[in-house]
């Protein structure tokens, strides 16, 4: 990388952190364990028939397990539940166990955790994807799509996750 990209690369990324995203938790399964990644980039792109996107880094482990066919869970989170997301976005955490003390259910259709704390959730099945420069771009089928017990959302912004009533 030259001085000029790395310096458009970190007036970028600077630029970027000021624009609010909701915070999500991304969860499936591979070889029968749990894969786990904390996004902000969780939209939906069509209710008939209903689909959402999501975008991973393509070099992550649940980038690895994200092909077509694949089925996958979203929790949309509340207010309250940074403590969870902050583990879940620790670089570094065990490969095995990350779900570990964090309270969830298993999806009816994906298999994949649902976290407590959530405000919404989703269930897919991945339909494509996409390669966009170091990160995937998946398109999802709803299979089955809810609402969760918290109230407010979990927003993220410069950097930090903040609770939004």
């Known amino acids: 990388m030259t001085d000029e990209s790395e310096d458009l690369t970190r007036r970028y990324r600077a630029a970027m952190a000021r ?4 915070v999500a938790v991304l969860a499936g399964r591979a070889g029968g364990r749990d894969v786990v990644s904390v996004v902000t980039s969780l939209v939906s792109v069509s209710l008939d028939p209903p ?3 999501v975008v991973v880094h393509g070099a992550s482990r649940l980038g690895e397990t ?16 940074a403590p969870a997301v902050t583990w879940l976005a620790e670089p ?4 095995l166990g990350q779900l570990r003390g964090v309270d969830h259910d298993r999806g009816e259709t994906s298999g994949a955790a ?3 704390g959530g405000t919404a959730w989703i269930e897919c099945v991945t339909e494509q994807v996409h390669e966009a420069g170091d990160h995937l771009v998946v398109v999802g089928r709803v299979t089955q799509a809810g609402r969760g017990s918290a109230d407010g959302a979990l927003v993220h912004r410069l950097g930090r996750v903040r609770d939004l009533p």
Do not use: E, K
């Open 92 to 95: 570094g955490r065990p490969d």
């Open 114 to 116: 649902l976290l407590a």
């Open 19 to 22: 624009l609010p995203g909701g």
């Open 51 to 53: 689909m959402a996107l």
């Open 66 to 81: 994200l092909d077509v066919g694949s089925r996958w869970a979203a929790t949309v989170m509340g207010a309250g539940s």
